[in-house]
């Protein structure tokens, strides 16, 4: 008898285990979902940057025509810079350490790195977001 109850204890115990597990493999809240995109270089390049240059990052955005210089193709970063992208650079610009260069003109374009830095609780995420948007870049250059 005491070996049944001992089952039927191990068995109900098994199965509450296996409950608990299924529940904590539930799918994602939104708010984690949006925090996992925030992360993401092709999210943060429609949320930030596709207004100025463009859904297809050639410059054409919706607000380039509202602008004193035109949004810079971001398609041909490395073919301006003798075909090599300028990774490091790209962050700096971004994160605002770095002045553009002098074809861009004045500072028209907003400093992201304190603005992804306050998305979130820790500063380090803000410099992943930088790493993540230029990746992006990189990866969408024309050959």
Not at 49 to 77: E, F, V, Y
Not at 85 to 92: A, D, G, M, S
Not at 129 to 141: D, G, K, P, V
Request: charged letters at 20%; a positive charge; hydrophobic letters at 40%.
């Amino acid at each position: 008898m005491k070996s049944k109850i001992g089952a039927y204890i191990a068995a109900g115990a098994f199965l509450a285990l296996a409950v608990g597990a299924a529940q904590k493999k539930a799918p994602e809240s939104v708010q984690e979902r949006q925090l996992l995109d925030s992360f993401k270089g092709p999210e943060l390049f429609r949320a930030y940057c596709a207004t100025c240059h463009g859904k297809d990052a050639k410059g054409g955005g919706p607000m380039a025509g509202s602008l004193r210089i035109a949004p810079a193709d971001l398609t041909r970063i490395a073919a301006r810079n003798g075909g090599k992208f300028p990774f490091l650079q790209i962050q700096k610009i971004i994160s605002g350490e770095q002045q553009s260069p002098a074809t861009h003109g004045t500072r028209e374009m907003p400093v992201w790195g304190p603005i992804f830095s306050e998305v979130s609780w820790d500063q380090d995420l803000g410099r992943v977001r930088i790493y993540s948007l230029a990746m992006y870049l990189e990866a969408i250059q024309v050959k």
